[in-house]
């Protein structure tokens, strides 16, 4: 009882600080995504795929990446000249919207009509927290299995997008794709799916397009 109590109230006030930073995002029209997948399933590699072509369509956009220790990811975007702050949790699992408060504090969101969160890589609690983003992204990969829809269903069900990376590997693994997908939309019917790999950039265009109606459709509903 006294455990179910302390996740309450650590929930609440992660929800309060969600919230506000909902509100400053909306008051400027800027969107936030929050990448969630396992460890190891690309969001970096995505990320260094899909950000010098959002450069190109002059996107202004900042990545907040999060680590429990290492500032290797920020080392990798920071090597394409991308604009990113790192994020270390020590040892938890996830970003709260504490950090990501913290994290915001020297963006001028006047000027940003992105914030991309690569999320700590676990599929479970990051899917718990509102991080105030307008969309949490489910970044699966062929290389884990088609099972993990079943498995992990919060994430999908909290997702408005799930990416399906690696299709490159598809050849030598017994990944059943239609499976995945149908996995996929029976936990949530609503979720887009997209299928990329971050090798060869298949697909990749598919979400350079998406993204750039999303944060149309964001400035538009908060102009
Ligand atoms: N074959 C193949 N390998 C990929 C693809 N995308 C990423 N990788 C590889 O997968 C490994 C993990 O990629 P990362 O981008 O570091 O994965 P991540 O999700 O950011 O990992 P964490 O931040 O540690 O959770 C690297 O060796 C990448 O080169 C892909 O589409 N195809
Ligand atoms: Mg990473």
Not at 102 to 127: F, H, Q, R, W, Y
């Given at each position: ?12 006030a ?7 930073i909902?509100?400053?995002?909306d008051?400027q029209?800027?969107l ?5 997948s ?5 969001k ?5 795929r899909?950000?010098?072509l959002?450069?190109e369509?002059g ?5 907040l ?10 080392e ?8 990113v702050v790192?994020i ?8 709260d ?5 913290s ?5 001028d969101?006047?000027?940003?009509d992105?914030i ?11 899917a ?14 062929t290389a ?7 498995k992990?269903p919060l994430?999908?069900?909290e997702?408005?997008l ?10 030598y ?6 499976y ?8 949530n ?8 790999s971050?090798?060869?950039?298949d ?8 993204i ?12």
């Amino acid at each position: 009882m006294a455990f179910k109590v302390i996740k309450e109230n650590i929930l609440r006030a992660n929800d309060d600080v969600a919230q506000s930073i909902r509100k400053r995002l909306d008051a400027q029209g800027t969107l936030m995504i929050n990448i969630i997948s396992s460890p190891g399933a690309g969001k970096t590699a995505f990320l260094e795929r899909t950000g010098p072509l959002l450069r190109e369509e002059g996107i202004a956009f900042v990545v907040l990446t999060g680590d429990c220790f290492t500032s290797r990811d920020a080392e990798r975007m920071d090597a394409l000249g991308l604009p990113v702050v790192q994020i270390n949790t020590g040892n938890a699992c996830h970003i709260d919207a504490q950090l990501i408060d913290s994290a915001m504090k020297g963006i001028d969101l006047a000027g940003t009509d992105l914030i991309v969160v690569e999320n700590v890589g676990n599929l479970v609690c990051p899917a718990e927290f509102d991080l105030g983003e307008d969309m949490k992204i489910a970044f699966l990969s062929t290389a884990e299995g088609h099972d993990k829809p079943s498995k992990y269903p919060l994430l999908i069900e909290e997702g408005k997008l799930a990416i399906i990376n690696k299709t490159d590997l598809l050849p030598y693994l017994d990944f059943d794709a239609q499976y995945c997908r149908e996995s996929i939309k029976k936990v949530n019917p609503g979720i887009k799916i997209l299928e990329i790999s971050c090798r060869t950039g298949d697909g990749i265009d598919g979400f350079i397009d998406w993204i750039k109606d999303e944060i149309k459709i964001k400035k538009e509903k908060n102009a």
